[in-house]
């Protein structure tokens, strides 16, 4: 398992790096898709939309954005890890938002993909994610 972590987390980082490409580089288990990139009425900042998909089981590694994630759960189940918060179930049409620097995690528990749509607000210029230890 540790294998995937380190794949996804480098997935997550090449994210940040990439973001402007219409397809991102794939890990085993995890999908994401650009869909939008936009400026918003905050200065210096930018909204991106993906969708992502996340294999029954994996993983999507600790991690941080530099700016708030709201996301919203199309199919499947999980968790959703927050540091120093309990566990987050979710589910198809269940929604969450991550406040700008919070460590967490997440993982697809049911027997099917987990599939949502990520919105992220961050700083136009930072990687979308960052790793955490």
Not at 45 to 53: Q, S, W
Not at 115 to 121: F, N, R, S
Request: glycine share 10%.
């Amino acid at each position: 398992m540790k294998a995937r972590q380190h794949i996804a987390m480098a997935l997550f980082c090449a994210f940040g790096m990439v973001a402007s490409t219409a397809a991102l580089a794939q890990a085993a288990g995890i999908k994401r898709e650009m869909v939008k990139k936009a400026d918003v009425s905050v200065p210096n900042h930018e909204a991106v939309v993906a969708r992502v998909e996340v294999a029954p089981g994996v993983l999507a590694g600790r991690h941080t954005h530099p700016g708030d994630e709201i996301s919203y759960v199309t199919e499947g189940e999980g968790e959703v890890l927050i540091d120093g918060e309990p566990p987050l179930k979710i589910k198809a049409g269940d929604a969450f938002v991550i406040p700008a620097g919070k460590i967490h995690d997440a993982k697809s528990t049911g027997s099917t993909p987990l599939k949502l749509v990520g919105t992220y607000i961050v700083e136009k210029g930072q990687p979308l994610a960052t790793p955490a230890k």
